[in-house]
């Protein structure tokens, strides 16, 4: 009876501990993954600031919410470069290309929107999708840019032909 009771605790432990160990490894990709998606975000958002021309700002194409898409030119040298994903140089050939796999997983929307007619600024919302166990995941981030990027010494738009509010 003893030795009955004994493998029961044992077994029990056991499943406890592989229950445990399974959950870590899903937390660590989970949070692996938020990590990956907070940097996607950080990096275009830094790039749609410091690069707004390569970027076809839909200012005229507002949707009921106010919301304009914003998205990478065709022949932008950001995309063309391929700046879009990290540049950090890993040790290992394979530890390089599981990053650049990680990466190219994730995909990144922004939004634009123009509060009113008198604020300085744009809002601008990135989100950043992946899959993470079959389940969609996003991450988003938001910010402001002022109104005056997109215009030229003239004070005339050099893209646009002009920021309005829905």
């Not at 592989?18 to 949070?31: H, P």
């Not at 275009?44 to 507002?62: E, R």
């Not at 995909?107 to 899959?131: C, K, N």
Request: glycine share 4%.
């Amino acid at each position: 009876m003893e030795l009955i009771t004994a493998l029961a605790v044992m077994s029990v432990a056991l499943a406890i501990s592989v229950s445990l160990f399974g959950n870590n490894i899903q937390l660590s990709t989970e949070l692996r993954n938020n990590r990956v998606a907070a940097e996607i975000a950080e990096t275009q958002l830094s790039l749609l600031y410091s690069h707004p021309s390569q970027y076809h700002w839909a200012f005229d194409n507002p949707g009921e919410d106010g919301l304009f898409l914003i998205t990478p030119l065709s022949d932008s040298q950001l995309v063309q470069s391929g700046i879009l994903l990290p540049d950090t140089v890993l040790a290992t050939k394979r530890a390089q290309e599981k990053s650049s796999v990680l990466h190219r997983s994730f995909r990144w929307m922004a939004w634009g929107r123009v509060p009113s007619e008198t604020s300085d600024y744009i809002e601008i919302t990135l989100s950043v999708h992946w899959r993470l166990s079959g389940r969609p995941k996003m991450l988003a981030l938001t910010s402001s840019m002022p109104k005056y990027i997109f215009y030229d010494t003239e004070n005339s738009l050099s893209e646009e032909e002009e920021i309005v509010s829905p």
